[in-house]
Nanobody, 115 residues
Framework: QVQLVESGGGLVQAGESLRLSCAASTSTYRINDMVWYRQAPGLQRELVARITREGSTNYADSVKGRFIIFRDNAKNTMYLQMNSLKPEDTGVYYC?????????WGQGTQVTVSS
């Protein structure tokens, strides 16, 4: 089993920044890819950014150049630095970790960007 604790969400104004974190606790699994998703009201959950264990990253086009994903393997923790936030970035942000044979999801953290 993997326990995930997300933090860092909140209410900010457009143009401001937030940093999300996702800490994974496990005594069983080796964490492979770590991924951030988000879900806006009435919309499907979408991938925001992914990072491999080796540090390779990819981003949704909508966040390229504004968001940075990084991780600390020693702490099994992933981060999402979100800069130049826009109202359309509003939503619940979920982290997912991938392990051999499966994946685990966090509970989500709300990000609200006011215009």
């Amino acid at each position: 089993q993997v326990q995930l604790v997300e933090s860092g969400g909140g209410l900010v104004q457009a143009g401001e920044s937030l940093r999300l974190s996702c800490a994974a606790s496990t005594s069983t699994y080796r964490i492979n890819d770590m991924v951030w998703y988000r879900q806006a009201p009435g919309l499907q959950r979408e991938l925001v950014a992914r990072i491999t264990r080796e540090g390779s990253t990819n981003y949704a086009d909508s966040v390229k150049g504004r968001f940075i994903i990084f991780r600390d393997n020693a702490k099994n923790t992933m981060y999402l630095q979100m800069n130049s936030l826009k109202p359309e970035d509003t939503g619940v942000y979920y982290c997912k970790v991938e392990v051999f044979g499966g994946s685990f999801w966090g509970q989500g953290t709300q990000v609200t960007v006011s215009s």
